[in-house]
């Protein structure tokens, strides 16, 4: 049974940090691409980061040099650390699990992050 829970998300304001974290269970972590995603209101789900395996790593334009994905592959345990935060960052952040060699896809169930003064 595949598992995916987020946590870490809250109300900062403008210029504020936040960390999110994803435990995952149930799957091989070794074998996923991870990533974060995020939803705003009236908007597409979109790539926020991904890391490999491996450790390689690839960012949307918006919150690249702001935002930093890493992974802990003993504890089964992606990472999103926010700097810098912004309004506009505000969403839904995801948590993604993809098994590349067949394109098997995990979600959680998402983590509210809000941006406010």
């Known amino acids: 049974q595949v598992q995916l829970v987020e946590s870490g998300g809250g109300l900062v304001q403008p210029g504020g940090s936040l960390r999110l974290s994803c435990a995952a269970s149930?799957?091989?972590?070794?074998?996923?691409?991870m990533g974060w995603y995020r939803q705003a209101p009236g908007k597409q789900r979109e790539l926020v980061a991904r890391?490999?395996?491996?450790?390689?790593?690839n960012y949307a334009f918006s919150v690249k040099g702001r935002f930093t994905i890493s992974r802990d592959n003993a504890k089964n345990t992606v990472y999103l650390q926010m700097n810098s935060l912004k309004p506009e960052d505000t969403a839904v952040y995801y948590c993604?699990?993809?098994?590349?060699?067949?394109?098997?896809?995990?979600w959680g169930q998402g983590t509210q992050v809000t941006v406010s003064s």
């Open positions: 149930g799957l091989i972590f070794r074998n996923y691409r």
């Open positions: 993604n699990a993809d098994r590349t060699i067949d394109n098997i896809n995990y």
């Open positions: 890391i490999t395996s491996g450790g390689i790593t």
